[in-house]
């Protein structure tokens, strides 16, 4: 695939009391969603050809979008915007069932990338609503995951954006209400949200099994063990990402004297490692190893070039692809994880 290189030996190597080191955090980068997603995208192409369209990002990381238009996808908003008949991959946040119905109406090839995980909060949106429960989802207004999660129950869904609205928010029937979440958000922040709430509502019903991933529980856990010792965190991830602005809203939360977010190398600044002896990094979960070890290059030739990974957890999940791509080998096969 082709790359889009940071600029090298950019930052650099001044004297600093002490020693100079970089606490790398793991689990980092990937998770098994994205993963999943972004070879689906891959495989499609290799067995349709180009264009393979894509609805939204297939991952919210700039990179991989990059990278996988220079390989013939083309992303668009909606389905009205791919020519009929065409394969048509939905991201691995998820679609509601309107986004399903209008794919099929214009007879398109639908390829379902939706992350395993996300799918299992769908079916207990369906499930609730089935059941006459109204219900409280936790998550950002606009992001496609809460769009289509809502979705899925439209009429019994009211979206929870923070702590401060739970105090606010109105149910029909407070003995028929339950909680679920986006599965990207902060730990910390949705169980804060989860005990407003229940404060106003004491029968709150919680969701049958936790709605945070475990991969954006991991990095969150992993990222609290470095920042309590990091004069400055770089968290690796897009804008868009949720779960990579969560994890510069933990290192600060828990020690880290100043914390950023970058896409690539040549966005972080000389001045952020002034005075710093100890830089933690990390990715979100939608975030190729390739971007962090380039950091990692360029810290080294500021003269930070003992790297010790702090390691919270081991990951070895991994999700068969969308069942229009699957062969003999139904599984991934397993990149590389941290």
């Given amino acids: ?11 650099q190597d001044i004297p600093v009391p002490g020693h100079k080191k970089v606490l790398l955090a793991a689990p980092r980068g990937y998770c098994a969603g994205v993963d999943r997603a972004v070879v689906a995208v891959e495989k499609a192409l290799d067995r349709f050809g180009a264009p393979v369209y894509v609805r939204k990002q297939i991952v919210h990381n700039i990179h991989v979008v990059r990278e996988l238009e220079a390989r013939g996808a083309i992303f668009v908003e909606e389905v009205d915007e791919v020519p009929p008949g065409s394969h048509l991959v939905f991201s691995a946040h998820g679609v509601s069932p309107a986004v399903v119905n209008a794919a099929a109406e214009r007879q398109l090839q639908a390829i379902d990338a939706t992350c395993p995980l996300v799918t299992k909060v769908h079916r207990e949106a369906v499930r609730f609503a089935r059941d006459d429960f109204e219900i409280l989802l936790i998550g950002h207004e606009g992001h496609e995951e809460v769009e289509g999660t809502a979705g899925h129950a439209p009429d019994r869904v009211t979206i929870v954006n923070s702590p401060d609205e739970a105090d606010t928010v109105e149910v029909r029937d407070p003995s028929k209400v339950v909680w679920l979440s986006q599965t990207t958000l ?10 407003r709430l229940r404060l106003r509502f004491p029968q709150l019903q919680d969701p049958p099994s936790d709605d945070i991933c475990y991969a954006t529980q991991n990095r969150q856990v992993a990222i609290k063990k470095v920042a309590q010792d990091a004069d400055l965190v770089i968290v690796v991830g897009s804008a868009n990402s949720s ?45 190729p190893e390739v971007l962090v070890e380039e950091v990692i290059a360029e810290l080294a030739g500021a003269g930070y070039r003992d790297v010790e990974e702090v390691k919270t957890a081991e990951e070895d999940l991994l999700f068969s692809l969308p069942k229009e791509l699957r062969s003999d080998d139904r599984a991934l096969g397993g990149r590389s994880r941290a």
């Fill in 186 to 195: 902060s730990v910390d922040e949705a169980m804060e949200t989860v005990r």
């Fill in 1 to 11: 695939m082709p790359r889009i290189p940071g600029r090298r030996g950019r930052l």
């Fill in 243 to 287: 779960n990579s602005v969560r994890l510069v809203e933990v290192a600060l939360e828990y020690g880290a004297k100043a914390a950023y977010r970058v896409d690539y190398i040549d966005e972080v600044k000389q001045e952020w490692l002034d005075g710093v002896e100890t830089v933690g990094v990390t990715s979100g979960a939608s975030v």
